[in-house]
């Protein structure tokens, strides 16, 4: 069975390569200490685009881990350009989202389902409010390990 690392924060991250470094690092370590083979990452923002790179860059030396996409649901983009995210994830995971969840809530119902398969979190959180804190917390409750790596600070939780 697949050991779990999910990641969440700010989308509207502005790109460092401090923080991509700090990134390539807890994964690394994800590897090595805790064991994970499969990291999940969202698709909705500068965040989960520089844990997908970081991931993919890190899988050169480790290829015996995977990379999943998971959504809140199809879009039109992806349903479009498949191929393309075909070639970049090993797999695309669809949530388990309660059906009558209004669609507005999907990314969150996205966000915890991601924390409720992972033994680790990676998170950029930089403030206390949003939708990455809340996941951060909501994982913390769910007694996750979570490393944030926000604030160009990296301390465990």
Do not use: W
Not at 17 to 42: P, Y
Not at 91 to 118: C, G, Q, S, V
């Amino acid at each position: 069975m697949n050991k779990v690392c999910g990641f969440a924060g700010h989308g509207s991250l502005t790109y460092s390569e401090k923080v991509f470094t700090l990134l390539k690092e807890q994964i690394e370590r994800a590897i090595r200490e805790d064991e994970i083979t499969e990291f999940r990452v969202g698709n909705y923002g500068n965040f989960d685009r520089l844990a997908q790179r970081a991931v993919r860059e890190v899988q050169n030396e480790h290829p015996h881990i995977r990379l999943c996409l998971v959504l809140p649901y199809l879009t039109k983009e992806i349903t479009a350009n498949r191929k393309y995210y075909e070639e970049r994830y090993d797999e695309i995971i669809l949530a388990d989202i309660p059906e009558k969840a209004p669609k507005t809530t999907h990314i969150i119902y996205a966000n915890r389902f991601m924390a409720d398969h992972a033994s680790i979190m990676i998170c950029y959180v930089s403030h206390s409010f949003g939708g990455a804190a809340e996941t951060m917390a909501y994982a913390k409750k769910r007694n996750v390990k979570v490393f944030n790596i926000g604030a160009n600070t990296s301390f465990i939780f």
